[in-house]
């Protein structure tokens, strides 16, 4: 909620889904799963998009499964990121960056080899131990205001404050947005990844909404959210990350060395062409979603009635929405694999489909592989490219199911 109009419009129910981090263990196949409705609306007055607050965010974050640092070209991309931010905003070993939900210190770490000092700020402990024996010094809190100004009395104001997809998991984003006005050194700049909601509505990513991402940003309502704090953003760069994503880049209001680029301009009005300020645009997101899911459904029979082994690759949050949106459980996937060896030897959430270890693959030479985070596919099909030994094909989800030759 940033403007408090009542949200009267839909933007898409994917109807009663389980918490997507959840993954079920043996012992607890039998017992019963808290779902909880998956509703996002837009506001008509400032066209956010966004869930209710169904499930308190201490409830998903104080364990959380998603460590970052199993994704690697994902730690590569934030890699080339700490290198560029770093040049480009001349930091050194007087400076201070400070990265909220910093999870496993995949990017902080690269600060750190720099010489530059740093604090990553991570409300899941089990994710921050991980970080602090890596040597990136991190702090066990939700980023707000309070925490804000415990910093600030503290004498830490950082040159530097990096976010990557933590705003749209913010319950309250007003509170986070002010905490980072509140924290930023005059003079300092903060930088923020979000995925696109422009490229979420382009590409029908419907499965990128789950219970854990309250908003879904295009870059005039995240504009107007910034401006609201005191906060301007000046520059935006578009990312391939997790589907299109934007990074941007904010100052204080009033710090006026930092003009609004070209690029900024630019894509403000590519939304305006796009509809993103109109509430029609919107309201035909929903049957373009169903359409999705009978593609996907239509596949799927087609391949069973065949006579086809499918399998899945990966255990992400989306690949749980989009099972459980479409129902599809062993019934069309055999198995599903993961890397994290927290998720393999559990079930996924609500569709209780098995989680191995990737070597199951070899062993069991399924005729597909369905990718659940295809936003890692190129990654994903290089590594796994072994499954055309035996005619295996690697299928992508969205927006309508597709064979990868
Ligand atoms: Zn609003």
Known sequence: MFCKAPLRYTFIDLGMSP???????AEKLNHMEPFYPLHVYVCERCFLV???????????????AYFSSYAESWVDHMRRYADAIADRLRLGPNSFVVEVASNDGYLLQHFVKRGIPVLGIEPAANVAKVAVEKGVPTLVKFFGER????????GRQPDLICGANVLAQVPDVNDFVKGLAILLKPGGVVTIEFPHLMRLMAETQFDTIYHEHFSYFSFHAADQIFAAQGLRLYDVEELTTHGGSLRVYARHAADESKPLTLRARELRQREIDAGLTRLETYASFGERVKETKRKLLEFLIAAKRSGKTIAGYGAPGKGNTLLN???IRTDFLDFTVDRNKYKQGKFLPGTHVPIHDPDRIREAKPDYVLILPWNFKDEIVKQ?????????KFVIPIPEARVIE
């Open 19 to 25: 918490l997507c981090e959840s993954y079920v263990p």
């Open 384 to 392: 796994m490219s072994y499954i055309r030994e035996w005619g295996g």
């Open 325 to 327: 949106y479409c129902g």
């Open 50 to 64: 966004q869930l209710e607050e169904y499930v308190s965010p201490a409830e998903i974050f104080t364990e959380y």
């Open 147 to 154: 925490t804000a100004r415990e910093l600030v009395a503290n």
